[in-house]
């Protein structure tokens, strides 16, 4: 019978250490899989969680289709560290773009197809710019959303973005749908103040 190679006791614990200082760097909003903390022994992250008294964000850690391993508890964490979400798995696409809270907020929302969530992002004072038109404060942007906005049935992926200055961010999105066309390459230009988007800018 051959026998399993002895694992050198240091080393053990190097590796160990590793993967406790690597979930303790997980930053909030954020997440990784168990892989991805250690793409050699992903099960052996599943017993540091389970064992160690370090005090570790370990709601971060999920399993690589996006399942979350530890139910509504951890969920429940996670969504209120704005981690986006799509049914009741992470959104892996958007959780990687390191989206602002608002910005993550207004996409889950828009996805769900959900009009109060969706006004809810926005400032009092926001506006609203697409197809040539702009809609000023909460209400015109409510009607916004409630029409030409949501006309069409489509689906909406985030296929990259980045942050513009402290306040804003840019989301590179493709539309797939029911409108003429079929497909739709965009830009949403996000300002945001306090947490809440006060400015949208849809465009080409």
Not at 103 to 113: E, F, Q, S, T
Request: proline share 6%; charged share 30%; glycine share 10%.
């Amino acid at each position: 019978m051959k026998r399993k190679p002895k694992v050198d006791p240091s080393q053990h614990q190097k590796r160990i250490a590793g993967i406790v200082a690597r979930i303790r760097q997980i930053p909030k909003g954020s997440v990784r899989t168990y892989g991805e903390i250690d793409p050699e022994a992903p099960r052996l992250v599943g017993r540091v969680l389970a064992t160690t008294q370090e005090k570790l964000p370990w709601q971060r850690v999920i399993r690589a289709d996006g399942s979350i391993p530890k139910g509504q508890r951890q969920r429940a964490l996670l969504l209120g560290e704005g981690v986006p979400m799509r049914g009741e798995r992470i959104d892996l696409v958007l959780a990687r773009l390191h989206l602002p809270a608002g910005v993550a907020a207004y996409l889950r929302a828009a996805d769900a197809r959900d009009t109060d969530p969706v006004v809810a992002c926005f400032t009092d004072d926001a506006h609203v710019e697409d197809e040539g038109r702009t809609w000023r404060g909460r209400d015109e942007i409510r009607r916004w959303w409630e029409g030409p906005a949501t006309k069409y049935r489509y689906t909406v992926k985030v296929r990259g973005g980045q942050r513009v200055a402290n306040d804003g961010y840019v989301a590179r999105v493709r539309l797939t749908g029911n409108f003429p066309g079929g497909t739709a390459d965009l830009r949403y230009r996000f300002t945001l103040r306090n947490g809440l988007i006060s400015a949208l800018t849809i465009a080409p």
